[in-house]
C-alpha cells in the first residue's frame, strides 16, 4: 500500500477537513448573535453618552463597532469558532510541540526571514507601482507614506499566528502520514480554502436585516465563489500560489522562518499600498477581472508575481537553512 492511501493519511485528513467544516458551522450559527451583541452594546454606548467621548478620542473600539457590518461579525465569528474547536481537535489528533521545528533563532534563520520579508515586500509594491503607473489605481492625496508602523505590525503578527499553525502543526501532522508532496499540496488547498472564505464587506448591502440563519446563508454565498470561473482565477489561485510557496519554503529549509519572512512581507506590501492608493472605477466594476483586482491579492498578475517570488526565495533558500531532523 502507498503511503499516500493509508489508513493514517485518511483519519488526519478526515479530521481536518471535519474540523474545518465544523468551525464554519459554528461560526455561520453564532454570527447573527455576535452581531446583535455588537450593534445592542453600540446603542448602550450612544445612550450612556459614552459615544460622543469615544468618539472625541477616535477610541479604536468604538471605530471598530461602528464601521462594521455584518460580513465582519461573521469573520470574527469564525475566529472565535476556531478557538473553540482547535483545541478540541489539538487533542484528539496527537498533535504536539514536536511537530514544530525549533523556533530558537540562529543567524541563519534571521537571514532568511530578513531575506523572505524583503523580496516578497519589494516585488508586490514594485507590482503595485507599475499598476497606479498605467492607471489600475491612483495615490491618495492623503496617503500616509511614512505610517510604516500598523501595516509592518500587523504582517508580523499574522504571520508568525498563520505560520505556527498552517506551516507548523497542519504540515507537521499531515507529513506524519502521508508523502511529503501530498503534505505540501494539503497544506496549500486547505490554506487557501479557508483564506478564500473570507467574506467581502460589500457581499451585504448596509442595513440589511440579519435573522438567525443569515451566517449560513452568507456562508452559501461564500463557497459559491467556487464556482465562479473568475473568482478562481482572480483570487483562489493567488492565494494557492502563497500557501505552496509558504509550504514548500518551510520542507526545504526545516523551519518556519523563511516561511514567517516571505508572509509577512506580503501581508506588509498589500497593507500598506492598500493605505497608500485607491482603485480607479473600472477595477472596482471589475472590467479587468481576472487580471487585476480591488487590492493586490487578487488578480492573476498578482498571482505570476506571488509565484515568482516564492520560487526565487525557494531557490535560494538551500543556501541559507540550517540543517533539522525531517519530521519522523
Given at each position: 500500500?502507498?503511503p499516500?492511501d493509508?489508513?493514517?493519511?485518511?483519519?488526519?485528513?478526515?479530521k481536518?477537513?471535519?474540523?474545518?467544516?465544523?468551525?464554519?458551522?459554528?461560526?455561520?450559527a453564532?454570527?447573527?448573535?455576535?452581531?446583535?451583541f455588537?450593534?445592542?452594546?453600540?446603542?448602550s454606548?450612544?445612550?450612556?453618552?459614552f459615544?460622543?467621548y469615544?468618539q472625541?478620542k477616535?477610541h479604536?473600539l468604538?471605530?471598530?463597532?461602528a464601521?462594521?457590518?455584518f460580513?465582519?461579525?461573521f469573520?470574527?465569528?469564525?475566529?472565535?469558532a476556531?478557538?473553540?474547536?482547535?483545541?478540541?481537535?489539538?487533542?484528539r489528533?496527537g498533535?504536539?510541540?514536536t511537530l514544530?521545528?525549533?523556533?530558537?533563532?540562529?543567524?541563519?534563520?534571521?537571514?532568511?526571514?530578513?531575506?523572505?520579508?524583503v523580496?516578497?515586500?519589494?516585488?508586490?509594491?514594485e507590482?503595485g507601482?507599475?499598476?497606479?503607473k498605467?492607471?489600475i489605481y491612483?495615490?491618495?492625496?492623503?496617503?500616509?507614506w511614512?505610517?510604516?508602523?500598523?501595516?509592518?505590525?500587523?504582517?508580523?503578527?499574522?504571520?508568525?499566528?498563520?505560520?505556527?499553525?498552517f506551516r507548523?502543526?497542519?504540515?507537521g501532522l499531515?507529513?506524519r502520514?502521508?508523502?511529503a508532496?501530498?503534505?505540501?499540496?494539503?497544506?496549500?488547498?486547505?490554506?487557501?480554502a479557508?483564506?478564500f472564505?473570507?467574506?467581502?464587506?460589500?457581499?451585504?448591502?448596509?442595513?440589511?436585516?440579519v435573522?438567525?440563519?443569515?451566517?449560513?446563508?452568507?456562508?452559501?454565498?461564500?463557497?459559491?465563489?467556487?464556482?465562479?470561473?473568475?473568482?478562481?482565477?482572480?483570487?483562489?489561485?493567488?492565494?494557492?500560489?502563497?500557501?505552496?510557496?509558504?509550504?514548500?519554503?518551510?520542507?526545504?529549509?526545516?523551519?518556519?522562518?523563511?516561511?514567517i519572512?516571505?508572509h509577512?512581507?506580503?501581508?506588509?506590501?498589500?497593507?500598506?499600498?492598500?493605505?497608500?492608493t485607491?482603485?480607479s472605477k473600472?477595477?472596482?466594476?471589475g472590467?479587468h477581472?481576472?487580471w487585476?483586482?480591488?487590492?493586490l491579492?487578487?488578480g492573476?498578475?498578482?498571482?505570476l508575481?506571488?509565484?515568482?517570488?516564492?520560487?526565487?526565495?525557494?531557490?535560494?533558500?538551500?543556501?541559507?537553512?540550517?540543517?533539522q531532523p525531517?519530521i519522523s
Open positions: 500500500m502507498q499516500s493509508s489508513p493514517a493519511q485518511r483519519s488526519s485528513l478526515w481536518l477537513l471535519g474540523c474545518v467544516a465544523l468551525i464554519l458551522v459554528i461560526g455561520s453564532i454570527s447573527p448573535l455576535l452581531y446583535w455588537g450593534k445592542g452594546l453600540l446603542k454606548l450612544h445612550e450612556s453618552g459615544a460622543s469615544a472625541q477616535q479604536w468604538w471605530s471598530e463597532i464601521r462594521a457590518n460580513p465582519r461579525f469573520n470574527r465569528s469564525i475566529l472565535v476556531a478557538v473553540v474547536v482547535l483545541p478540541f481537535y489539538i487533542l489528533s498533535m504536539d510541540r514544530l521545528p525549533s523556533l530558537k533563532p540562529q543567524k541563519s534563520d534571521m537571514l532568511q526571514m530578513g531575506a523572505g520579508f523580496l516578497a515586500a519589494v516585488f508586490l509594491l507590482m507601482y507599475l499598476m497606479v498605467y492607471g491612483t495615490w491618495r492625496t492623503d496617503a500616509p511614512l505610517g510604516l508602523g500598523p501595516p509592518l505590525t500587523a504582517a508580523l503578527s499574522v504571520a508568525v499566528v498563520e505560520e505556527i499553525v507548523g502543526f497542519i504540515y499531515l507529513a502520514s502521508m508523502s508532496t501530498g503534505a505540501l499540496w494539503w497544506t496549500t488547498g486547505i490554506f487557501a479557508v483564506h472564505m473570507k467574506p467581502a464587506d460589500g457581499i451585504m448591502p448596509l442595513g440589511s436585516e435573522h438567525l440563519t443569515t451566517g449560513f446563508w452568507l456562508a452559501g454565498q461564500i463557497l459559491a465563489n467556487f464556482a465562479k470561473v473568475n473568482f478562481l482565477l482572480a483570487e483562489f489561485l493567488t492565494l494557492a500560489a502563497v500557501g505552496w510557496a509558504l509550504t514548500k519554503a518551510r520542507a526545504v529549509t526545516g523551519t518556519l522562518w523563511l516561511s519572512g516571505l509577512a512581507g506580503w501581508v506588509f506590501g498589500l497593507k500598506y499600498f492598500s493605505a497608500l485607491k482603485t473600472a477595477v472596482r466594476l472590467d477581472m481576472p487585476f483586482g480591488e487590492n491579492r487578487v492573476l498578475v498578482s498571482f508575481v506571488v509565484t515568482l517570488t516564492g520560487w526565487l526565495a525557494i531557490q535560494a533558500a538551500p543556501h541559507l537553512r540550517r540543517k525531517p
